[in-house]
């Protein structure tokens, strides 16, 4: 890691001196080099700003952008919107990640970004971008309007037009200008330039013997002739840095030297650069702890990033969504098209399940009210419809006022003493092997949320596909062979990317779907489930060696669309089923772990389709952390839950088993 920090501090100092040399540098460009030049140590803030800018790229990359419709209020997402491949690979030699990374580093040296589209030469339809660094871009406005007229691309050398309707100019908001982005750097130029004055004031100071300049003070009334034979005094034996520290000073008429700094370890400037780089960080709204500075626990970690997300990624990522927006509308003569981009800020779980519990108590929500705002299926039941509240531990319907009846004596538990349960969880545990009522709704209610995360998973893996198909068959139709389109390390960190947002999704849902049952107040916590993620993400990277075996040395474009309309149809949801029911049972683990429970069971849908090593698994108690032993074809595996890799896919294709919790 160090050596790419070095080797990102030297590269951007000689980019940016480079263009200084050559006369094409900006006055944003300036003002950062300027403050390296003042800060005496160059490394010290490139590495300050860098890691403060580097904050912002990562968020950035995380974000997921669709494409949407709005009709009367209600959005549809558009899946086969072409421009939504400009978001995996927006040209045939980068991708988006990289474009969305690189957005705030132009954004915070030069406060703006700008995309260059590629068009059809024949149909003059987008096929792609580039993004281009700032500084060669130059901007021509009419002396008679003010209006922005062209966009001119300069390498030192040549000065080439670009028409206005294929840039894409997506300006740091700047409340100085309409015309230009504000350049985040420029106002830690501002603070670097008002240490470099205190810097110098401080050497004039020392070099005077740092002893003039004091403020004297006396309770006497001293009159001309005192004071001037003082001040000759004082400049005869003590001005000078040569005669500073080497004469005692008798002073008369009650004269006395205000206490001030004599020396530098009384004037402490280090401060001073600990202020720099302190404002660096708050110029970018950046927390110490996303820069490894300062110590904080989990709630204070967890309410920085919350904090960061919700009040600066977010609402920067939004202003991204306008500009994309108002291209795609312009581009594709339609008003109602919109980019969105998935929210990075963390729900506040525990924050939710507290308002929804105090929301039911007072009859605000009903019970099914709550399970629709999380994706889950409604009760058939009555009562899952009436807002109840409790009145003196009696429960009141507020559509009649009346008191729901006193349960039968049948209804009650088996405690000798004839007490209720009161315990939430206790409904959760396994009860009795027989019960198959109980264990059918537990299956149930697994099936409802898996479904939710399974259907978003489908929608990922179907544009993964369609386009990894799109890159081929244009390669192909470029006279490139298969075995040369087909990179399987770039289709491999494409996939990834999307895994390492989907994936985690699911755990949260599984985790997200144990905590509401359990009344657990515990967030999700990713460092708990990284070897989960981990093991399953590699697991799924693997379909891309499978696809490759099954395009390779096919030639035609009719042959690989056949290919590829073969995988959707019997590859896809296989994919999607088995890599959602382990990455949710994953997160549903951890809950349990969370909630305290000391065992899970294995729990399946018990029907015809149910293979048979997981029909003598239905049932089976095993201590939480010790693995669940499956015998397929005469071999066991030990896995930790249903879909956990380790278990192979003779167990894990197609599979819908779950667990419970137990004590």
């Known amino acids: 890691m160090k050596i790419i ?36 140590e160059q490394k010290d803030y490139v590495g300050a700003i860098r890691d403060a800018i580097e904050v912002h790229s990562f968020y950035f990359s995380k974000a997921k952008f669709r494409v949407y419709k709005n009709v009367n209020g209600k959005t549809e997402e558009l899946i086969e919107h072409p421009f939504n491949q400009f978001f995996k690979r927006p040209n045939s030699i980068s991708t988006w990640w990289e474009y969305a990374y690189k957005i705030p580093v132009y954004w915070g040296l030069w406060g703006v970004n700008y995309f260059h589209v590629k068009r059809n030469v024949i149909t003059n339809d987008p096929i792609g971008f580039q993004q281009i660094p700032p500084s060669l871009i130059e901007k021509q406005y009419s002396i008679r ?45 501002d603070q670097k330039t008002v240490n470099y004055l205190q810097m110098h004031y401080m050497k004039k100071f020392f070099e005077n013997g740092g002893f003039m300049g004091l403020i004297f003070t006396t309770k006497q009334e001293m009159r001309r002739v005192n004071f001037d034979r003082t001040l000759e005094m004082l400049e005869n034996k003590f001005k000078g840095k040569d005669k500073a520290y080497k004469e005692i000073g008798l002073f008369d008429s009650g004269l006395e030297p205000v206490k001030a700094s004599y020396s530098i370890k009384d004037m402490d400037i280090t401060e001073s650069r600990k202020l720099t780089k302190e404002d660096i960080f708050q110029t970018w709204k950046v927390a110490d702890v996303m820069v490894g500075r300062g110590t904080m626990d989990r709630a204070g970690n967890e309410a920085a990033i919350y904090q960061f997300t919700s009040g600066i990624i977010d609402p920067l990522l939004s202003f991204i969504d306008s500009s994309l927006s108002l291209f795609v509308q312009k581009e594709w003569d339609d008003g109602s098209l919109e980019i969105i981009h998935d929210t990075l800020a963390p729900k506040d779980v525990q924050a939710q399940l507290k308002y929804y519990d105090n929301m039911t108590r007072i009859g605000g929500l009903t019970i099914n009210e709550v399970r629709a705002y999380e994706g889950e299926n409604e009760f058939p039941y009555e009562l899952c419809d009436v807002p109840l509240i409790n009145v003196g ?90 075995e040369q389109a087909f990179n399987l390390e770039n289709e491999n960190m494409i996939l990834y990317q999307l895994l390492e947002i989907d994936l985690w999704d699911i755990m949260r849902d599984g985790h997200k779907f144990g905590s509401f049952q ?94 048979d090593a ?50």
């Open 5 to 40: 920090d070095n080797l990102f501090e030297k590269s951007l100092y000689k980019f940016l001196k480079t263009y200084s040399n050559s006369g094409n540098l900006t006055t944003y460009d300036r003002s950062f080099v300027d403050i390296l030049k003042g800060a005496g």
């Open 145 to 189: 309007t003010g209006v922005l007229e062209k966009y001119f691309y300069v390498d030192g050398v040549n000065k080439i037009p670009l028409n206005i309707k294929d840039i894409i100019e997506i300006k740091y908001p700047n409340p100085y200008s309409e015309r230009d982005g504000f350049a985040i750097v420029n106002s830690v130029a």
């Open 393 to 482: 531990g009696a429960i009141v319907r507020l559509d009649t006022g009346k008191q729901i009846r006193v349960e039968n004596e049948t209804d009650k538990t088996n405690d000798p003493n004839g007490a209720k349960r009161s315990d939430l969880r206790e409904d959760l545990l396994v009860k009795v092997v027989g019960d198959e009522r109980w264990l059918d709704l537990k299956w149930k209610q697994f099936n409802s949320r898996h479904g939710i995360s399974l259907r978003r998973f489908e929608k990922t893996l179907k544009r993964y596909f369609g386009d990894q198909e799109r890159r081929i068959l244009e390669a192909v139709l470029n006279n490139y062979i298969v």
């Open 518 to 611: 359990f009344d657990l107040g515990i967030d999700f916590n990713k460092e708990l489930l990284i070897t989960e993620f981990d093991k399953i993400s590699n697991t799924t990277l693997k379909i891309n060696d499978t696809t490759y075996e099954s395009i390779k040395g096919l030639k035609t474009e009719s042959e690989l669309q056949k290919a590829y309309r073969q995988i959707k149809e019997s590859r896809l949801d296989n994919i999607a089923i088995t890599t959602t029911t382990g990455a949710f049972n994953a997160g549903l683990l951890q809950a349990m772990k969370d909630a305290g429970f000391n065992k899970k069971t294995w729990l399946t849908m018990r029907d015809s389709k149910v293979r």
């Open 614 to 663: 997981h029909k003598f698994m239905d049932g089976v108690t095993v201590p939480i952390d010790e693995p669940f032993e499956v015998e397929a074809k005469g071999i066991k595996y030990l896995g930790l839950y249903p879909g956990d890799p380790i278990l192979g896919a003779i167990n894990n294709v197609n599979c819908r088993c779950t667990i419970l919790g137990g004590e």
